[in-house]
């Protein structure tokens, strides 16, 4: 209903509606697809008896990944996701081209352009990790409290944030290779939510501090790290 409600609103606000119903639409299936990439859960245990199954996209999963790695697409969810990202993107696009209107696009300078461009559409989409959830695990009880305490750990007791460093998604909690610690594994991501690295650190048997922890590229894995 809503995106009809728009669909409808595009063709009434400019002579051109159809074609830009049209071009949000691809790109609605576009974002589904990219979400794929950007937004990846491997297998877990937190939260879990035993093992289980991870998943890629967001908001919606797009692909399931079983236990053992092997990736299924999943068409109907990918329909779906793809359905919000055409809401979302008829929604902020409607409201770009209302502002743009009022904003006198076409009697402004190029300058005063880049201005609008900045404020309304790319600090925005920067910011998105500020305020939107990643999609992860969700433990209980005492893992609950040793991700927090993890997140925690990594920003002020490790001093390892950056600027980079807009956001943490869990990924796991399991025994350190010492087997006396837990190691929380986060990824990380950076502005406009792309991944690009993991966080691994490793906590006192209470959970209550970090003893060590470290930043490696998004092709390692947290778990082969001594």
Same mark, same amino acid.
């Given at each position: 209903?809503?995106?009809? /409600? ?6 009434? +606000? =400019? $002579? ?7 071009? /949000?639409?691809?790109g ?12 990846? =859960?491997?297998?877990?245990?937190? &939260?879990?008896d035993? /093992? ?16 053992? &790695? ?15 990202y ?9 409201? %770009? #081209? ?9 009697? *402004? ?11 309304? %559409?790319?600090? $925005? ?10 999609p ?5 009880? $005492?893992e ?16 390892? *944030?950056?600027?980079?460093?807009? *956001?943490? #998604? ?7 290779p010492? &087997?006396?610690?837990?190691?929380v594994?986060?990824? %990380?991501? =950076?502005?406009?939510? /792309? $991944? ?13 501090? #970090? ?11 947290? +778990?082969?790290?001594?």
């Open positions: 209903m809503v995106v009809i /409600l728009l669909v409808v609103w595009w063709l009434r +606000w =400019t $002579p051109r509606g159809v074609e830009w119903v049209t071009l /949000l639409l691809f609605a299936v576009g974002l589904s697809y990219l979400s794929s990439i950007l937004f990846r =859960t491997p297998p877990y245990q937190a &939260g879990c035993g /093992l289980c199954p991870g998943w890629w996209g967001f908001p919606l999963l797009t692909h399931r990944v079983e236990t053992g &790695g092997i990736v299924f697409f999943d068409p109907m969810s990918f329909v779906r996701n793809a359905f919000f055409y809401a979302v993107l008829l929604a902020f696009g409607g409201l %770009i #081209a209302w502002l743009g209107r009022r904003f006198r696009w076409s009697a *402004r300078s190029w300058k005063k352009r880049f201005f609008f461009i900045l404020l309304v %559409i790319i600090l $925005p989409l920067a910011t998105l990790p500020l305020w939107v959830s990643p992860q695990p969700q433990p209980f009880g $005492p609950q409290r040793l991700v927090i305490n993890a997140a925690r750990d990594w920003r002020w007791q490790l001093g390892l *944030r950056s600027f980079m460093d807009r *956001r943490l #998604a869990l990924e796991d909690v399991r025994p350190a010492n &087997g006396e610690h837990q190691r594994c986060f990824r %990380i991501y =950076t502005w406009f939510y /792309l $991944p690009y690295g993991h966080a691994y650190i490793d906590m006192e048997p209470e959970g209550v501090r #970090a003893v060590t922890g470290d930043e490696i590229p998004l092709s390692e894995s947290c +778990w082969t790290q001594p």
